[in-house]
Each structure stands twice: as C-alpha cells, then as structure tokens.
C-alpha cells in the first residue's frame, strides 16, 4: 500500500472517530437532561459513562492525546459517581454539563485542526478536584424521582384566601449556571410535577 493510500485511509479513520463522537455527545447530553429525574440514574451513568470511554479509547487510538486526556479525566468523575464513591449532588451535574459542552468544542478543534477552546484547563481542574473530593460530599440532589417521593418531599404554601385553589407547590431548586442546566431544570421540574400529579388521580 503506498503513502498516498495509507493517508486517504487514516483519513477515513478520523472522518469515521468524529461522526462517532458526535453521536456519542448526543447521548451525553440526552442522558444528561435526564439524570436528576431518573427513575434509574445508574443506567443514565452507565451510559454517560459509555459515551465518555468510547470517545476516550478511539481518539486515543488515533493518537489524538490531548482529547484522549480529557475524555479521561471526565471518565474517571463520571466512573465515581457510577460506582458510589462520590453522591450525585447538584454540582455534578452543573460540572458534567459544562465539561460536556468543552468536550464538545475539543472535539470539533481537533477535527477542524484549530486551538483548543476556551476552557479545557480550568474544567480539567475542576474534574480532577470534584474526583478528589470525596470525603467532602454534598446532598445528593434533592429533586423526587418517583410520585412517592414526591409526595412525602413537598411543601406547601397555604397562605393563599381563595379556598377552591389547590395549595401552591413551593420549589427551589439549585440555580443552575448555563443556559442549558436552565433548560434542563425546567424539565426536571415538569416532568416531576407531572409524576406527582398522575399519582393524584
């Protein structure tokens, strides 16, 4: 085989890793609207943490380091939290988001072949803090997963005089800090609500 075949081939590799991976980063982020409402978060974990070692294993293949090193250390936070070392608390969530988004745009760099985004070294740091932080865990995140839970988690406000009203839920979750943990609360949120409403019926 001569150079010139070698390379369209190695060629071809790549074009192949990086449709791969973006579909692995579709399934990162579906699975990350959907964690804190899960009815099982160890299978969206699981599947995070799928998505995070295929990409992590493939570019290393390739020899594309500096995103293999990345996904890595994304993997080993997502692999904690999977095994139970660290609880799953509000603030992971928050960091795998964003981790997410910069695992998004170093992938779309080192296919187009430009710098690295914005953000890559300060989340790394992040990762590998909130690895290490495990004797300082969080809450786990306080969101019902379950009608039940639900139930027994809500409070009310009955302040209100119109008597014929049904009394006002009241929840506060942790404000999230992007855009995008905007949407997923307000998603969170309605399809726990509706849970809770079904198993009122």
Request: charged fraction near 25%; include cysteine; hydrophobic fraction near 40%.
């Amino acid at each position: 085989m001569g150079a010139q075949a070698v390379a369209n081939e190695w060629d071809e590799f790549r074009g192949v890793f990086f449709e791969e991976a973006q579909e692995h980063l579709q399934a990162m982020e579906a699975a990350l609207l959907e964690l804190e409402c899960a009815s099982d978060r160890q299978e969206v974990l699981n599947r995070l943490f799928r998505a995070a070692h295929s990409i992590k294993g493939a570019s290393a293949t390739l020899g594309i380091m500096r995103l293999a090193a990345y996904s890595h250390t994304l993997e080993d936070l997502l692999g904690r939290l999977r095994d139970g070392t660290l609880a799953l608390g509000a603030s992971h969530v928050d960091l795998l988001l964003r981790a997410t988004d910069v695992l998004g745009a170093l992938v779309t760099a080192e296919r187009d072949g430009t710098a690295p985004p914005e953000g890559v070294e300060s989340v790394t740091k992040e990762l590998h803090v909130a690895c290490e932080n495990v004797e300082k865990q969080e809450p786990q995140w306080g969101v019902p997963t379950t009608p039940a839970q639900a139930y027994q988690g809500t409070q009310y406000d009955n302040s209100t005089t119109e008597t014929s009203l049904p009394p006002k839920l009241v929840y506060a979750p942790p404000f999230p800090k992007n855009a995008r943990g905007v949407i997923a609360v307000a998603e969170r949120v309605a399809a726990c609500y509706e849970d809770f409403e079904r198993a009122l019926v």
